[in-house]
């Protein structure tokens, strides 16, 4: 067999000591790439850019710098700061609650036994659904006349007739926060089983014959195994359901009287509604750098991130 | 309190009721409604079972060609041109993906080249980009390149979307997997591409599911692009599909409507269903790893 020095590197565990080589793996990834970077940061780009300018849609050349004037005027918006807050109602609130959810499922449904197998396949299907598939499903149920949700409880007595509970400015918000809990709670279960699935059994048992009882041993093994993934996977949620429009924009718009008016509905009207890009644009640099500094800080404080 | 005691069982048992009816009722209440008659639907109070069973949405469905809509492709009805727009831009999201993510998490994981590292984490810092900052240039990018109102156009921009996240699943899949059979394989005169599709192909298979179920949920679901990069309805995907269909400016029809979602949802879950052993595994994988 013939080898040459340049086959030996190769048996020695480096593909790509090799100048040929180093070409070809970067060339393996470029079409990816190219796709990536047209379609992802050169936008990115260009928006930041354009945050700094008046955009005339229909004359690009006619477009003019204003430095930090879409910024100033967006800061003057009340909306904009109705957004924000309802955003971050919205964001916490589902996030929180489909954390809640999924963990508590993820700890009963851990022993890998035939029906906890079949649970867990059936707890997932919310999160393939399309989000506006889901948003009319609870539009049916909350709905006025023919609400199930209100009807029942007309009958039970907690309302005096049935509401349409994303017209309503009092209950529209829980009724969204709702409808996203159910379709992204089972994300945060799968990713809890799999942290789960890294416990090693002696500890637990361990734990067991020392007597520790179900809430000793949930703080002190549990969840100190499950704290990584839980960060992650909430740092997930969170800048997911930050950016998530489906289920407002098909439910309720934004409204009533902007009650669930969040950032995404907001941008969404800057842009295709008053077309002014430039607003849109100061609107996604701002948000890019909140959503950058949360995920920083958040790791950060967790010690997720090393230094 | 024990793992055994009666309370714990108990209290167990309550929780997994209160979920299992949290998740199943909804999926209960839209496929009953319609099952249910264009009176019933609209009953008060609410029919738990329908009084009589119908197909009467499912038919209206099938044929529903209302008024401003005649242009419709292929002759079917609204929701099956909406499913099968769907089905074009999901399944080429899902070949280009599983082809693009397939050739650079293989490139990412065995060679080395001067600015990996710092690509990775372009790649990775993309999960953090809101749509909002990307959707107007990406319009004015479109328009330019005469991509506005195309499939094509669609297919591009989710299979951006989807490609960092698919990258880096089978980024890390590769990792774990040994590379001594490559490195005989190269000994032995096997080129770079016979060792791709020969050994490494078959060994990432699982990954390589879990990759395409992801990108076709993400293509099948997706609204926004589909919001601002299309304004002919003809050729919009399913959830831009559903509220132009059985939504009207007088009525909704509840039936139809309910007919509509079963009709978009059954597949993905049947296809869900039986592919979810890989598509858990492929998706937690970097997760419990890193």
Redesign the interface.
């Known amino acids: 067999?013939d080898?040459t020095p340049a086959?030996k590197t190769?048996?020695l565990?480096?593909?790509?000591l090799r100048r040929k080589?180093?070409?070809?793996?970067?060339?393996?990834?470029l079409?990816?790439?190219l796709?990536?970077f047209?379609?992802?940061?050169?936008?990115?780009g260009?928006?930041?850019i354009?945050s700094f300018r008046k955009i005339n849609l229909f004359n690009?050349a006619d477009s003019t710098w204003v430095g930090l004037d879409n910024y100033r005027i967006l800061f003057r918006y009340n909306l904009f700061w109705q957004s924000v807050q309802n955003t971050l109602v919205y964001t916490i609130g589902s996030t929180l609650g489909a954390a809640l959810?999924g963990l508590?499922?993820a700890l009963?449904l851990n022993k890998q036994t035939r029906t906890n197998r079949l649970?867990r396949?059936?707890?997932?299907?919310?999160w393939?659904?399309?989000?506006?598939?889901?948003a009319?499903?609870?539009s049916?149920?909350f709905g006025e006349?023919?609400?199930?949700v209100g009807?029942v409880l007309t009958v039970i007595g907690l309302l005096e007739k049935?509401i349409n509970f994303f017209a309503d400015m009092d209950t529209a918000m829980p009724a969204v926060i709702i409808a996203t809990i159910?379709l992204s709670f089972p994300f945060a279960m799968?990713?809890y089983?799999?942290?789960l699935?890294?416990i090693p059994k002696e500890i637990e048992e361990a734990a067991w014959v020392d007597g520790a009882?179900?809430?000793q041993r949930f703080w002190h093994i549990t969840l100190p195994y499950l704290k990584?993934?839980i960060v992650?996977?909430t740092t997930?949620m969170v800048?997911w359901n930050?950016?998530f429009?489906?289920l407002i924009?098909?439910t309720t718009r934004g409204g009533p009287v902007n009650s669930t008016e969040i950032?995404?509905i907001f941008?969404?009207r800057t842009?295709?509604q008053q077309l002014n890009?430039g607003l849109?644009?100061a609107?996604?640099?701002l948000?890019?750098l909140a959503?950058?500094g949360f995920?920083y800080l958040y790791l950060r404080s967790m010690k997720v991130l090393g230094d | 309190?024990?793992?055994s005691s009666p309370l714990?069982t108990t209290s167990?048992f309550v929780?997994?009721l209160l979920?299992?009816v949290?998740?199943?009722?909804?999926?209960y209440?839209?496929t009953i409604?319609s099952f249910k008659s264009w009176e019933e639907?609209?009953?008060?109070?609410?029919t738990l079972i329908p009084d009589e069973w119908t197909l009467k949405s499912y038919k209206a469905m099938w044929l529903s060609t209302a008024e401003g809509f005649k242009e419709l492709r292929w002759g079917l009805g609204r929701t099956f041109t909406f499913a099968i727009n769907g089905a074009i831009v999901s399944f080429s999201v899902t070949f280009m993906t599983m082809v693009?993510?397939a050739?650079?998490g293989?490139?990412?994981s065995?060679?080395?080249?001067?600015v990996k590292n710092p690509?990775l984490l372009?790649?990775l810092?993309?999960?953090?980009?809101?749509?909002?900052?990307?959707?107007?240039?990406?319009y004015?990018?479109y328009r330019s390149l005469n991509l506005l109102n195309t499939h094509a156009g669609i297919i591009?921009?989710v299979?951006?979307?989807v490609?960092?996240f698919s990258?880096w699943m089978l980024k890390t899949y590769i990792d774990t997997i040994d590379?001594e059979v490559?490195?005989a394989a190269?000994?032995d005169g096997a080129n770079?591409f016979q060792i791709m599709t020969k050994i490494v192909l078959p060994l990432i298979i699982p990954a390589l599911v879990a990759v395409g179920m992801f990108s076709f949920?993400a293509a099948?679901?997706h609204?926004?692009y589909v919001?601002?990069l299309l304004t002919d309805l003809t050729l919009a995907t399913?959830?831009?599909g559903?509220?132009n269909t059985f939504i009207g400016f007088l009525y909704t029809n509840?039936g139809g409507?309910?007919a509509s979602?079963v009709t978009?949802?059954l597949p993905?879950?049947v296809t869900?269903?039986v592919l979810?052993k890989y598509f858990?595994s492929g998706?937690?994988a970097g997760?419990?790893k890193?």
Do not use: C
């Open positions: 067999m080898l086959r190769a048996t565990g480096n593909f790509s080589d180093k070409i070809y793996g970067f060339l393996l990834t079409p990816a790439l796709i990536v047209g379609l992802i940061f050169y936008p990115l260009l928006g930041i354009n690009m959810v508590l499922l009963l649970h396949g059936f707890f997932l299907i919310p393939i659904l399309p989000g506006v598939v889901v009319y499903m609870f049916f149920m006349s023919n609400g199930i009807y049935s159910w799968i990713m089983l799999a942290g699935k890294t009882n179900l809430f990584n993934i992650i996977t997930l800048i930050f950016n429009m489906d924009y098909t950032l995404a941008a969404y842009a295709i890009f849109t644009s609107l996604g640099v948000w890019l959503l950058t995920a | 309190m024990t793992s714990f167990k929780i997994l979920a299992l949290f998740v199943a009722f909804p999926l209440w839209i409604t639907s609209y009953s008060v109070p609410p693009l993510a050739l650079a293989y490139g990412f065995r060679f080395d080249f001067p690509l372009a790649l810092s993309t999960q953090m980009f809101p749509y909002v900052a990307i959707m107007l240039p990406i004015l990018v591009l921009g299979t951006g979307l490609l960092p990258i590379k490559e490195e190269l000994i770079r949920l099948w679901n609204l926004m919001i601002i399913v959830p831009i559903f509220k509840y409507l309910a979602m978009v949802s993905i879950i869900f269903l979810q858990v998706l937690t997760a419990t890193g």
